[in-house]
C-alpha cells in the first residue's frame, strides 16, 4: 500500500482533491516543493481542487493567502471550502428574518450576503428574538469566548431556529504540536448541553465531496468518480469521506499523521486509504 | 407552519420525494387513499421518488411489494433504497477478494452482484481470511443471532476490511406499538464493541438525497434543489437529511411522529420541517 | 406517586439528602419557606445533608452563602461538595508534584491545599512541563477562556496525568431562563478533543452518595441506606444517582423539572423518583 | 512504573483487590502459578478479594468453579461479583411486583431472590404487562437472540421501569483471539434504540469497589484506601475504578493489555496505573 512516488499515482488519475492543512501547507507556511507539485498538475493537464474545512475566509481570500504563502498562481475557483456549503444551504432554506453568528465579521459577510440581515452573538437581544430565523457557527474567532458562548446557548434554549455548523472540524493545528479549538469544537459543546443536533457542513461529510463533484463536472466535461483521488493528511475526515464518495483515496504524512502511527491508526479506525505517501513532494 | 392539504403544497413543486414507511404504508399494509395521491401526482406531471432506508429487496422487488399491496403502477425506476448506495460503493471500491455479509442470501445476491464472490458470515473460517476483502452489514434477517453477530465481531478484530452498513436504521416498525432491531442496531453493537466507525449509508445522510436528485437529473431534464419537496414522517432521518441537503421538506403524522408530539419533538430535536400535513392524502 | 406534603414523607424517614439549587435556593435567592422546613427536619430529629455538584467554594464559604441568604443555622459540616470528592482523590492519590488548574484562585487554595504547590493554567510553559503531576478542572471562573482552554489542551496532549473534573455539571443556572456553562461543559469539550476520558465527580455518581453516606454514619451512629431519602429537582443527577445508590428518592418541581413536564421526562428518560412534590415547603 | 515483582510491591498492602480474567485465569484455565500467589498472600496475611464484572453465577458457583480449575480454597466469601450489587439494588428499591429478565435461569434464582417472582423475557405477554415492576439484564445466554432481543425493546417501549444491567462489561474473552457479546453490549444496543439510560453496575463504577471496602471493613478491623492494592488487566474498568475510588493501582500484563501495547495505551487513554507488571506470579 506504501507507495514511493505521488506523482506515479496522480498520473492515474485525471482529477486530484488536495486537502489544504497538511498536504499542501503547514504552521510554517507553504510546504516546500508544493509550487512544483502543482505545476506538474497543470502539466500534466490534471484537473485539481483544494478541499477545506474552513469558514474563515472567502475563496477569494484563500487564494491571497496561498499567493502571500508563496503560492501563485492558484485559481480561488479551485478552493472549496465547508463555508460554501453553509452559504448555499441558507440560500436554500432561510428566506427571511436575521441569521445571528457566532465568528469574525468578516466570515459573516462572505456567508450571510444573502440579501438578509446579519446580527452578531453580542449583540443578541435575549428578550426581543422575534426576527432572528436561524444561526450559524463560522469561526473560533470574533467573539468573547467568556460570555458570547453563553448567550449563544441561552439563545437557542428560546428560539428554535435552524442551526448551522460552517466547519465541523473540533480543532486546528496552530504549530507543531499545538491546535486550537475550532468552531466545530464549540457547537459540540453547545449541542451537548442542548442535547440538540445541529447542522454540519465539511469532511468526511460527502456533501463536501458531492459539492466539489459538480464544481468539476460543471464545464461541459464529464468525469467519473473512478477517475478522481483524494488527497489528505486525516484518516477521519479526508479518508473516510473520500472513501465513503466513492473515490480512491492517499493518505499522506506530512501533517496530522506520522509515518510511525500510520498503520496503528489504520488498524485500529478501520479507515484504509487505497495509497499511503510521504507527501505530494516526491 | 401546519397545512390543511398536501395537495395544495405539492402543486408548487416540480418533484416530490417519499418516504415510504409511515408515509405510503404502515403495518397494516398500503394507507388507505394512497394510490390516489400518486394517481393525482402523475396527472399534474409531478416527477416522484421512494427513498427508504431498505437493503433487504432490490428495486424490482419492492415493486413488486407494492403491487401486491396494492400499488399497481410503481416503476421499480421510481425506487430509490440505501442499498443501491452500498451497491454502488462497492462496485466502486472493492475490485478483488470475497465480501463477507450479515443477511439474507436474497439480499446478498442483488447487492453483491459485482462479479466478486460473497460469503455469508455463517460460512467464515476464521482460521482462513486472506481473500476477504470487505465486509457488509445487509439485513437484520438470515442469520443466527446467537452465533454470527460473535464471528461477525471476531472476523473484525482478526482483519482490518472496510465495513459498510447498508441501511443505517436502528429499528423498524413490525406493528402499531413494536419495533424489531434492524442491521443499523447491530451495526451499532459491533462498532461500540470494536470502538470502530463503519461506512453507513441511507437517510438522514445527504448521499442518499444527492443520489435521489442525480437520478431525476440524469434524463436530460434539470431540476433545482428548490423545485423538490421531501415529505418523511421521521424528523430525524427524513426531514434532517433533506433539509440539510438544501430541500424543502415536509412531515407527515401518519407514521411515527403523532399529532400531539409533533411540536414538541420539532422543539427538542430542533429539526425543522417547512411544513406539516397529516397525511399525504389530503 | 405524586404526593400532596414534604413533610408526611420526611416523617418516614431518619435522614435526608437535600440537593442544594433548585431545593433550597433558586436564581432569586432563598426559596421563602426553606428556614421553616430546616427546622421542622431539626425538631423532628431527621438528619440532612446538602449534596451539590460544586467546586467553587469550600463547605465554611458554603455555610457563609446560605447565612448571607437568609438560612442562618447551617452547619458547614451539614455540606457535602463534589470538590471534597476531588480533594479526596488528591491526597490519596497525588503525593509530589505541581498540580495545575483550570479556576479561580480561591478554588485551587481550598481543593489543592494538600502540600502540593499549584499552578494556574495562564502560568504554565508548555516548554516545561517536568514537575506538574496532575490537571483539576475546578471552576468555570477565573481564566480567560479565549486563551486558556487551548492551553488546557495543549498541556494535556504534551503530558499523560490523571485529569480530575471537579464539579460534572455540564452547566449551570444563572437566572429563569438562562444558564452559564459549567466546569463539567469544558471539561467535555477538552474530552471531546484529546478523546480521552478524565475523573469526574459530583452526582449522579454513587461515590458522591457514598461519601455522604460515609460522613452520617461517621459519629457512632448507624444508618441503613432504607432510611434515607435523596430530595432533588433533577432526574439526571439526583433522582438516577439517588436510586442506583439505593436510596429512596423525592422529586421536587421548584427548580429544573416543571410540573408540565415531570411525567414525559420520567417516561423518556426512565427514571423513576419514588416521590413527586411541589416543593420541600409544604 | 514498570516492577519487577508482584510480591515486593503486595508486601506494602493490607489488601488486595485482583480482578479474576487475565489475573487469575484465561481462557485456558488457571493461570499457572496462582494457587502459589494465593497461598503466598495467606502467609502474609494479606487480605484479599476477587472483584469481577459477572452475573452468571453466584459466589458459591463461582468459588466451585476456581476448585475444579485447581484453585482450591478459595472462601466464597473472597468473591464479589457486579451481579451482587444488582441484588443488593433490587432488595433495596423493588418491593412489590415480578421482575422481567434476560439471562439464565440459574442467573435469576440467586440475584432475584428477594420474594418477588420473576418472568423470563420469552414469557412476556406485552398486552398484559400491568404486574411487571423491573427489569433486569441479567447474562448473554438463556435465552433466543433471534426474538427476544425484540420483546426487551417493546416491553420497555410500552411501559417505563427501573431497568438493571448486572453485568456492564460489552464482551468477554472466549479463546486468545476471540470474544462474545455479554450482558452489557446486548444492554446498550437497547440503550441506544430506547433513546434511555439504564443502571449499570459493575467496575469501572466506584460503586463495585466501595462494596468491596465495606466488605473488607465489617468485621471489626478497619482499613484504610491507602492500604489497598487493585490489581487488574484492563485499563478501563480496574484501573479506572481503581484510580477513581482511591486506590493505588497495578496494571499485569497476563490478559487484555499486553506489554507492547502498555505505554501507548496508557497514554492516549490517559488512565495511568501506579505500577505495572508482567502478572501476579513474580
Partial sequence: MRTPSFREIAKNFKVIFLDSYGVLKNHKGLIEGVPETIAFLREEGITFR???NDAS?????QAVVFDQLGLKDLDEEEIITSGMLAKQFLQHKIKEGKIAY????????YILQSGLEHIAVRNIDLNNLDDISAFVFLDDEGFDWNTDIDTTVNFLRRKTVPVIVANSDKYYPVSKNDVSVATGGIAKLCESMLNKKFIHFGKPDTQMFNYAFEHINQNGQIFDKEEILMVGDTLSTDILGGNKFGLK???VLSGNTRAENADLW?????????????SILG
Avoid at 475566509?57 to 481570500?61: A, D, E, I, L, V
Avoid at 489504520?266 to 510521504?278: K, L, R, T, W
Fill in 50 to 52: 483544494v478541499l477545506t
Fill in 266 to 278: 489504520i488498524n485500529s479506525s478501520g479507515i484504509i486509504p487505497d495509497y499511503i505517501c510521504d
Fill in 249 to 251: 483515496t492517499m493518505l
Fill in 102 to 109: 457566532l465568528g469574525t465579521e468578516n466570515s459573516a459577510e
Fill in 57 to 61: 475566509r472567502s475563496q477569494h481570500q
